[in-house]
T-cell receptor
Framework: ETGVTQTPRHLVMGMTNKKSLKCEQHLGHNAMYWYKQSAKKPLELMFVYSLEERVENNSVPSRFSPECPNSSHLFLHLHTLQPEDSALYLC???????????????FGQGTRLTVV | TQLLEQSPQFLSIQEGENLTVYCNSSSVFSSLQWYRQEPGEGPVLLVTVVTGGEVKKLKRLTFQFGDARKDSSLHITAAQPGDTGLYLCAGADGQNFVFGPGTRLSVLP
């Protein structure tokens, strides 16, 4: 149990569907992240939220829309995805996001997304 | 953009063997973390190293941070099938927190 919970664990969606991924952390952390992990590729940082404000968006297509309503919850809204968007989507949290000496990320178990 | 390289990319060994995997960068990091990720799960933090030349041991795992804080190694002694997984290094430099591509280790019984 890492303190970061993601739901659902698995999701299959059509290209015209709208779905949302949910992440919840009760570690008292100030920063939350969405990462994409595809086969044979490094973890790709998608979004960073610090104190509920988006601080980084790494050129992610607009079909991915994050939302951080409070410091404990993070959502990733999905709309008109493509098959190449199929991947493991990981949520993480850390005390702060500045990339400082004590930045240690705690990950959820991920959502395995398949777009058909 | 900071980049971390890891080698080897894949490693398959027999139970009981020793192995070392590497994490390298041309940039200096204030700290470096090692994570292990098992199939279908998220990465789990193993260790953080912060001082150049630092060595940390976690049971059969030995982690070393390079003197210049640009590289790190993970040595596993007498590997077991339970060590199988993706080993990721991640570095923090005060502005960014980046992951390497990982080394996928398979320990065969």
């Amino acid at each position: 149990e890492t303190g970061v919970t993601q739901t659902p664990r698995h999701l299959v969606m059509g290209m015209t569907n709208k779905k949302s991924l949910k992440c919840e952390q009760h570690l008292g952390h100030n920063a939350m992240y969405w990462y994409k992990q595809s086969a044979k590729k490094p973890l790709e940082l998608m979004f960073v939220y610090s104190l509920e404000e988006r601080v980084e968006n790494n050129s992610v297509p607009s079909r991915f829309s994050p939302e951080c309503p409070n410091s404990s919850h993070l959502f990733l809204h999905l709309h008109t995805l493509q098959p190449e968007d199929s991947a493991l989507y990981l949520c993480a949290s850390s005390q702060d996001w500045e990339g400082g000496i004590d930045t240690e990320a705690f990950f959820g178990q991920g959502t395995r997304l398949t777009v058909v | 953009t900071q980049l971390l390289e890891q080698s080897p990319q894949f490693l398959s060994i027999q139970e009981g063997e020793n192995l070392t995997v590497y994490c390298n960068s041309s940039s200096v990091f204030s700290s470096l973390q090692w994570y292990r990720q098992e199939p279908g799960e998220g990465p789990v933090l193993l260790v953080t190293v912060v001082t150049g030349g630092e060595v940390k041991k976690l049971k059969r795992l030995t982690f070393q941070f390079g003197d210049a804080r640009k590289d790190s190694s993970l040595h596993i002694t007498a590997a077991q099938p339970g060590d199988t997984g993706l080993y990721l290094c991640a570095g923090a430099d005060g502005q960014n927190f980046v992951f390497g591509p990982g080394t996928r280790l398979s320990v065969l019984p």
